[in-house]
T-cell receptor, first 108, second 117 residues
Framework: RKEVEQDPGPFNVPEGATVAFNCTYS??????FFWYRQDCRKEPKLLMS???SGNEDGRFTAQLNRASQYISLLIRDSKLSDSATYLC?????????FGKGTRLHILP | ETGVTQTPRHLVMGMTNKKSLKCEQH?????MYWYKQSAKKPLELMFV???????ENNSVPSRFSPECPNSSHLFLHLHTLQPEDSALYLC????????????????FGQGTRLTVV
């Protein structure tokens, strides 16, 4: 079983819609959790950290459920510029593991 | 822009060549990483250095040899590579966790796009 699992998609969503991504992790000793965004042929960039108390940044909301080992990302009022691959990431003792990513296409 | 710089950005090398990739971080972090990303594949963690000690070697072939002379610099020495080693090689840095602090997020350089011919 992979340490971080995500639905690869693609998700094809009309502009303005709300889209939700989910991710599960297998190692309960994981300490920190993040969502990254990666555009084609570019390096991954940190989108936001994820906490059990939830974290909101504008149109983006992330949530961690430690009991279920489940991480979510919600994007509201999606924009064309949100089209990218979204990567779920865990850090356990400085071993930073990336999921395979979920591809999102926002349709005009 | 991100505080992590990699050189060169592009590299073409023959299978008998020896080359090195360089990474430098200006973020004051104490952990550094090499990742490999092949076309349409996820990031694969290759090596982790924390406080200048290698803490992870993810079953990487010996033709890849990392070096971390200090917390700001990381090298990846390449020799006798194979065509299947062609990929984007990404360096990242982060702040290690501590007794009262969770480990931080990774910040990436722009990568070296390597082609082995």
């Amino acid at each position: 079983r992979k340490e971080v699992e995500q639905d690869p998609g693609p998700f094809n969503v009309p502009e303005g819609a709300t889209v939700a991504f989910n991710c599960t992790y297998s190692n309960s000793a994981s300490q920190s959790f993040f969502w990254y965004r990666q555009d084609c042929r570019k390096e991954p960039k940190l989108l936001m950290s994820v906490y059990s108390s939830g974290n909101e940044d504008g149109r983006f909301t992330a949530q961690l459920n430690r009991a279920s080992q489940y991480i979510s990302l919600l994007i509201r009022d999606s924009k064309l510029s949100d089209s990218a691959t979204y990567l779920c990431v865990v850090n356990r003792d400085d071993k930073i593991i990336f999921g395979k990513g979920t591809r999102l296409h926002i349709l005009p | 822009e991100t505080g992590v710089t990699q050189t060169p950005r592009h590299l073409v090398m023959g299978m008998t060549n020896k080359k090195s990739l360089k990474c430098e971080q200006h973020l004051g972090h104490n952990a550094m990483y090499w990742y490999k990303q092949s076309a349409k594949k996820p990031l694969e963690l290759m090596f982790v250095y924390s406080l200048e000690e290698r803490v992870e070697n993810n079953s990487v072939p010996s033709r890849f040899s990392p070096e971390c002379p200090n917390s700001s610099h990381l090298f990846l020495h390449l020799h006798t590579l194979q065509p299947e080693d062609s990929a984007l090689y990404l360096c990242a840095s982060s702040q290690s966790g501590g007794l009262f602090r969770r480990p931080g997020a990774a910040f990436f350089g722009q990568g070296t796009r390597l082609t082995v011919v």
